[in-house]
């Protein structure tokens, strides 16, 4: 059983960067993708980012393409979403996901099998 904690959200200003942290606990040979969604209030839950756990593949939804950067540090079973250049758009509940599954259909949520509660980040105008 894989457990996902999400930290770091919080209030910032447009401009502003915020650094997501996603820590993993269980075993290791069951993550294999690692996904960070959002759900902004009364639209869908979409991917932001993934990585390849044991790789350096990464994803990324054009909308964030050149702001935000995913990376992991396998020593401390942690993954990041560094997210620079907010807007007010990025606002929403972010959610860390782990896929036991081969690099595909990332951006579909029944991709993934654990997730986390998520953490809120709001970008003020």
């Known amino acids: 059983q894989v457990q996902l904690v999400e930290s770091g959200g919080g209030l910032v200003q447009a401009g502003g960067s915020l650094r997501l942290s996603c820590a993993a606990s269980?075993?290791?040979?069951?993550?294999?993708?690692m996904g960070w969604f959002r759900q902004a209030p009364g639209k869908e839950r979409e991917i932001v980012a993934a990585?390849?756990?044991?790789?350096?593949?990464?994803y990324y939804i054009e909308s964030v393409k050149g702001r935000f950067t995913i990376s992991r540090d396998n020593a401390k079973n942690t993954v990041y979403l560094q997210m620079n250049s907010l807007k007010p758009e990025d606002t929403a509940v972010y959610y860390c996901?782990?896929?036991?599954?081969?690099?595909?259909?990332?951006?579909?949520?029944?991709?993934?099998?654990?997730w986390g509660k998520g953490t809120l980040v709001t970008v003020s105008s």
């Open positions: 996901a782990c896929s036991l599954r081969p690099w595909d259909q990332l951006s579909e949520t029944n991709y993934y099998d654990y």
């Open positions: 269980g075993p290791s040979f069951s993550r294999n993708v």
């Open positions: 990585i390849m756990w044991s790789g350096g593949l990464k």
